[in-house]
């Protein structure tokens, strides 16, 4: 008997943090947002935080699509995928990131999120 397995093709992405915002409230945000928009995804991983000029964002690996939308949805400064690297829109400027700094390994694994697939995505945010 043979197995196969389906490969997701995921994607870095970053999305500006608020004022104040915990990472896992950044996440939340993004994830309600894709739901508002039916975007259907897997997993998002969080990588953690990076700073372009004096934008906070959050690094993450997900095989959503749209992901400009949800940002654009959110009111968000993002960088996002392109066929020949990564773009930045934040400030209101738009400009280029490097693959290795989207591509950055992390000291420590990636916090995974369930995806707006999964059905009960909403309970990984309730508090304790």
């Known amino acids: 008997m ?4 389906t490969q997701l093709t ?3 992405a970053a999305i ?3 004022e104040g915002e915990a990472p896992r409230q950044a996440v939340e945000r993004f994830m309600r947002a894709a739901a508002e928009l039916d975007v259907k995804f ?3 991983e969080l990588f953690g935080p990076m700073t372009l ?3 906070r ?5 997900t095989d959503a699509y749209q992901l400009d939308a949800i940002a654009k949805k959110l009111g968000r400064g993002f960088v996002v995928p392109t066929s020949n690297g990564y773009d930045a829109h934040v400030g209101g400027r738009k400009g280029r990131v490097n693959s290795s700094v989207m591509h950055e390994v992390s000291a420590r694994p990636p916090q995974k999120y369930r995806g707006t697939r999964d059905q009960f ?3 990984q945010f309730l508090l304790n």
């Open 2 to 5: 043979t197995t196969t397995t």
């Open 42 to 44: 897997h997993v998002l």
């Open 121 to 123: 995505w909403e309970r």
């Open 57 to 61: 964002l959050i690094r993450f690996r």
């Open 16 to 18: 500006e943090m608020g």
């Open 10 to 12: 995921k994607h870095f």
């Open 53 to 55: 000029g004096r934008a």
